[in-house]
């Protein structure tokens, strides 16, 4: 059984930084697309960023220029690098991952349970 697990989040002031670290768990043959997610109330959940197993990126436009994701393949990690924030990145931030387990043959989709980002203006 793989789980991912987030950490980094908190409370913020607008303009401020946040760094989010994403950790996959257990019985992992290989890892492929892993990207972070967010979902604000009343709102439907979106991608902000991903990184292939290649370490290629890209962002939703909202964070262009000021996040950065970035991927520790040795650590199963991924890590999201959170500037100049906005009151508008108040979110819940999810973690997701492709993942390839020992026993299977095929990746699937995985999540964490979320972190709270809240920026306060």
């Known amino acids: 059984q793989v789980h991912l697990v987030e950490s980094g989040g908190g409370l913020v002031q607008a303009g401020g930084s946040l760094r989010l670290s994403c950790a996959a768990y257990?019985?992992?043959?290989?890892?492929?697309?892993m990207g972070w997610y967010r979902q604000a109330p009343g709102k439907q959940r979106e991608l902000v960023a991903r990184i292939t197993s290649g370490e290629t990126t890209n962002y939703a436009e909202s964070v262009k220029g000021r996040f950065t994701i970035s991927r520790d393949r040795a650590k199963n990690t991924i890590y999201l690098q959170m500037n100049s924030l906005k009151p508008e990145d108040t979110a819940v931030y999810y973690c997701?991952?492709?993942?390839?387990?020992?026993?299977?043959?095929?990746?699937?989709?995985?999540w964490g349970q979320g972190t709270q980002v809240t920026v306060s203006s």
């Open positions: 257990g019985s992992i043959f290989s890892i492929g697309l």
């Open positions: 997701n991952a492709e993942i390839r387990a020992y026993d299977s043959g095929s990746y699937y989709s995985d």
